[in-house]
């Protein structure tokens, strides 16, 4: 007995009749052609963030990682297995975008359990291990003084994109493309309650709001 989830069938089903139609070429030249998004987006594996939805794009647009907390790892070639750096080393080497989008959210779950310290959910503690990455050897992530738990958690958010963006620059051929004028790379934010967009302004530090942007 099939137990699929229903509503998934049902999804399918509505993309199958409806969608599909207005995209079946596009479907057909992807499978024959190949992929060949411009844009990389690392994003976190939260439900309520879909990078596909928030840049309202078609089949084939975006090359998306996620990952809790949208975290990049620093440079690591120790024989281990990373995903992340497979999705990276396949998106800079052979897809060759142009764009690698960093981005973070409100509300992040992998964010708040590394703020609060939160005792293993598993043996494993592959969350505590995970998040560990954010933060370097000796570094101190505290809150501060008159700052709310809210706006402590907001700037570790965004802190995170900032470190993932570092962290990038640690990878040879993410560095080389950069500095070859090949790729840029990018920092966002989504505010998951209001749908709010600020995309980073790297010179600046700042997050700008995606509408005053355009």
């Not at 990389?40 to 809790?68: K, Q």
């Amino acid at each position: 007995m099939i137990t699929f989830p229903k509503h998934l069938l049902e999804g399918y089903q509505a993309f199958a009749t409806q969608r599909l139609p207005t995209e079946q070429s596009r479907y057909r030249e992807l499978s024959v052609k190949g992929q060949f998004p411009e844009v990389m987006v690392i994003g976190c594996c939260d439900s309520r963030v879909s990078p596909e939805v928030i840049f309202d794009v078609g089949p084939g647009e975006l090359f998306v990682v996620r990952n809790i907390a949208n975290l990049v790892p620093v440079y690591q070639p120790d024989g281990n297995a990373h995903g992340v750096s497979a999705a990276l080393e396949y998106a800079v080497t052979v897809l060759k975008v142009k764009h690698i989008v960093v981005l973070g959210h409100a509300q992040c779950g992998g964010i708040r359990a590394f703020v609060d310290k939160i005792e293993p959910l598993t043996p494993g503690d592959f969350i505590g291990k995970w998040m560990q990455m954010f933060i370097k050897p000796g570094e101190v992530v505290e809150q501060r003084d008159h700052e709310s738990m809210a706006q402590f958690v907001e700037r570790i958010e965004k802190a995170a994109v900032f470190r993932s963006l570092e962290n990038l620059m640690t990878f040879p051929f993410v560095q080389k493309a950069v500095d070859a004028g090949q790729m840029q790379t990018h920092g966002a934010y989504f505010g998951v309650a209001e749908g709010s967009l600020f995309v980073l302004d790297q010179v600046a530090k700042e997050f700008r709001n995606a509408r005053s942007v355009v």
